[in-house]
């Protein structure tokens, strides 16, 4: 399983960016996929999630801001991130898995750096 994160940057404070994760080893459509982000000094937290019928849920700190959704043809999740703040600074990871209780598998992260 392989998980390719990509995406990330330098944006200053009310700026976007669209992250983007490739899969590959896996059934793309079976599974749900995350983003998760970790900020220096802070543990790694859930972002977004979309499962294979399309259901999003997000952290109460990026909704109305972050959208997450999936390309099954593509095997890429996207994550696209409006208003960006300092404090969404962090790498961010994206995973998969078939089920809610199921063990992630996880990908290299890409790093966010907002300024403000």
């Known amino acids: 399983v392989q998980l390719q994160a990509s995406g990330g940057g330098l944006v200053q404070a009310g700026g976007s960016l669209r992250l983007s994760c490739v899969a590959s080893?896996?059934?793309?459509?079976?599974?749900?996929m995350g983003w998760y982000r970790q900020a220096p000094g802070k543990e790694r937290e859930l972002v977004a999630y979309i499962t294979n019928n399309d259901r999003t849920n997000y952290d109460d700190s990026v909704k109305g801001r972050f959208t997450i959704s999936r390309d099954n043809a593509k095997n890429t999740v996207y994550l696209q991130m409006n208003n960006l703040k300092p404090e969404d600074t962090a790498v961010y990871f994206c995973?998969?898995?078939?089920?809610?209780?199921?063990?992630?598998?996880w990908g290299e992260g890409t790093l966010v750096t907002v300024s403000s």
């Open positions: 995973n998969s898995r078939r089920t809610l209780m199921s063990t992630p598998r």
């Open positions: 080893g896996i059934i793309f459509s079976h599974n749900i």
